[in-house]
């Protein structure tokens, strides 16, 4: 879940499918849940009323507060979604439930239900912030209902967050994804890199990207300084990097491995996983907990060892071994690889933009303004308030007039190389200056530059 949700006391959490991957009334291109029509991923089966009703009982047993109803589409399967939530809310009525939907069923009756039910959160997935691109990927028509959903849940007076997945069709409007989500009212944003499972792989070449494409794309996410809540994959490095040179202001999570330990998947017909490595790569035993009378407790026992072999597992990854963030990040092992690529391009273009910031020409593009204290401040699109900066007008004007940002280190002003470069960083997210070779260690093709 992200940002907007409620604040509450424990981490557990799980993820529901409420519907088979199968049970959908879209066929999306990238759909890692439609390889359930195959039977290699998801569960074909389906929960009835009574079984839905003690998993949720089981999970509030284990200490789950928050739970993320999915599929398929949940709103499929819409009497059995609003069943579970009111069970999970009469159980706990200050837990925090939220669906992920494609939006397409969603009309005004059903989303009042939902609310009086308990639900806290809908997410609604685009592919594109234009109806050409999104519905090349989803299907003719889905552009439409989507924002007819993102309306009529707003109406309703609860949180929406947009769900966007990265991939090839989509990439170049990146730069665009914060307004999009900006202009139906959402609260947040989440972004995902596409993975070859699923019908992706059948769309492979038309659709397909790389991690490290897909890690480069969203930069242009950050392009310039937004508002909104804007959730993003990678490690701990990446967005460190994120809020380095683009002013991102994004968490720096704990991203150790919690599955069996603090969160938990629950297939269509309802059996208990730690993640979808486990139950639909590794092919290991998973185990339903739709009885009453399940021993959840040996269950757990089982997937805590499993938690613990995968982060020992960890360990051994080159990349990890001298990281800052090792113990606070468990890059998935199952793929028995060496080295986590993510933090290894990360590692690179980290010492690339710096050297490429440093020999660059910074040219203003907003006139500054001085306070009656003597700071100054610009008035920026990108927020509601201007920007006041903690520099002195003869600061300012001596870091504008060196002819590279390394004139600037060298004239000995008061602050260190980090420090100004993050701070140049900060006033080009804004807009307010432009640092000529920022771009130059990515390449990602030059359809951005519209932005700067």
Known sequence: MLKLERVVKDKMIATV??????????????????????????????MNRWQIRNVIKNLVKIGVKKVDFGGGEPLT????????????????????????????????????ILKLAGLDQVTISFEGVTKEVN????????????????????????????SITVNAINKDQCNKFPDFAASVNADA????????????????????????EGLESILYVFDRYSTIYIEVPGPPLYREFLNTFFNANIPIKDKSCKGGVES???????????????????????????????????????YREFNTWIKEKALNIETCKNCKYRGKCTPCP???????IECEWIREKWL????????????LKVPYKKLTSGKLYFEVETQPKPLIINLNEKLFEKIIKCNSVHDIISAGLPFSKWNLIKFL????????????????PFSTPSHHSDNF
């Open 135 to 162: 519905d090349e990927i989803r299907g003719q028509g889905h552009f439409d209902l989507a924002i007819n959903a993102c309306k009529l849940v707003k109406k309703a007076g609860l949180p929406l967050a947009i």
């Open 189 to 212: 944003l989440a972004l995902q890199v596409i993975e070859p499972r699923g019908r992706a792989i059948k769309y492979w070449n038309e659709i397909g990207l790389s991690t490290i």
């Open 425 to 440: 960083c900060k006033l080009r997210s804004h807009g307010i200056l432009e640092i000529s070779d920022f771009w130059r």
């Open 77 to 112: 399967k819409f009497e059995l979604l609003v069943e579970a939530i009111k069970e999970f809310k009469r159980l706990l009525p200050n837990g925090f439930c939220g669906i992920v939907t494609n939006g397409t069923l969603i009309n005004e009756r059903n989303i009042e």
């Open 352 to 363: 690339q933009l710096t050297d490429a910031i440093v020999n660059s020409r910074v040219d």
């Open 334 to 340: 199952v793929p028995n690889r060496k080295k986590v």
């Open 264 to 302: 938990f998947i629950v297939t269509s017909g309802g059996d208990l996983a730690p993640c979808p490595v486990y139950a639909y790569e590794l092919n290991l035993p998973t185990y339903s907990i739709t009885s009453s009378n399940v021993d959840i407790d040996k269950i757990l026992r089982e």
């Open 17 to 46: 499918d409420i519907a088979p991957g199968i049970a959908c009334n879209l066929k999306c291109k990238h759909c890692y849940a439609a390889s359930s029509e195959g039977g290699g991923h998801g569960d074909t089966r389906q």
